[in-house]
């Protein structure tokens, strides 16, 4: 079983940074990507970013191209959200998760983590 842990997450003012961490933990980790999704209160959960494992490509919704990066450390199995220029409309609970086959389909999520923007 795979376990993720995010942390990081924090309350902060429109216009700094943040570093979001993903420790995936298990037996038997495997991941063909991993993506941050975030969930602001009373509306869905949406996509942010994903990185491939293996090759490293990333992908973002729009709303974050430019100011989010998505990044991982293999040797550690923990991806990494870099955040800067937050806005308040970044506010929401974020989560990791992880998709085992490449389908696009995410089958593991973390607990996730709160991130609080004020203007």
């Known amino acids: 079983q795979v376990q993720l842990v995010e942390s990081g997450g924090g309350l902060v003012q429109a216009g700094d940074s943040l570093r979001l961490s993903c420790a995936a933990s298990g037996r038997t980790f495997s991941s063909y990507a991993m993506g941050w999704f975030r969930q602001a209160p009373g509306k869905e959960r949406k996509f942010v970013a994903r990185?491939?494992?293996?090759?490293?490509?990333?992908y973002y919704t729009d709303s974050v191209k430019g100011r989010f990066t998505i990044s991982r450390d293999i040797a550690k199995n923990t991806v990494y959200l870099q955040m800067n220029s937050l806005k308040p409309e970044d506010t929401g609970v974020y989560y990791c998760?992880?998709?085992?086959?490449?389908?696009?389909?995410?089958?593991?999520w973390g607990q996730g983590t709160q991130v609080t923007v004020s203007s």
């Open positions: 990185i491939n494992w293996g090759g490293g490509d990333t």
């Open positions: 998760a992880g998709d085992s086959t490449g389908a696009h389909v995410y089958d593991y």
